[in-house]
């Protein structure tokens, strides 16, 4: 099965926004872009808003698509896009991950992170290093 799935390139300054998932979930206590999947009738930029609201208590502004990647894990398929996005209102909070950092691409590097998000973080390091 494969999923549409979002997520948010939330910047400030040389730093990006990453959330460390919960034990309990599938992928547990590995480190991730905050977003989530593309419900049945939702535009993917739909979608990304609704979850930066339900995870994280913040408005944005979807913008381009970074990347797009697909990986398949052994239970599902994702079909992940990641926005660069802005947050327009509120500030970052905790409700379903059990932790955030913002980070440079170096840092996320040394970070445990979703298999679906190494190619990702490559390119970013690879756009974002000095």
Known sequence: MTVRVVAA??????????????????????????????EPGETPEQALVRECREELCIGVQPGQVFMQVQHT?????VDLTLFHA???EGTPQLTEHIDMRWVTPQE????????????????LCSRYTD
């Open 9 to 38: 390139l939330l910047w400030n300054g040389q730093k990006f926004l990453v959330c460390r998932r919960p034990a309990h979930k599938a992928r547990g206590l590995l480190w991730e872009f905050m977003g989530g999947k593309v």
């Open 73 to 77: 894990y052994p239970d599902i398929t």
């Open 86 to 88: 802005e947050i327009k």
């Open 108 to 123: 996320a590097m040394a970070l445990p992170f979703c298999p679906a998000d190494i190619d990702i973080l490559q390119e």
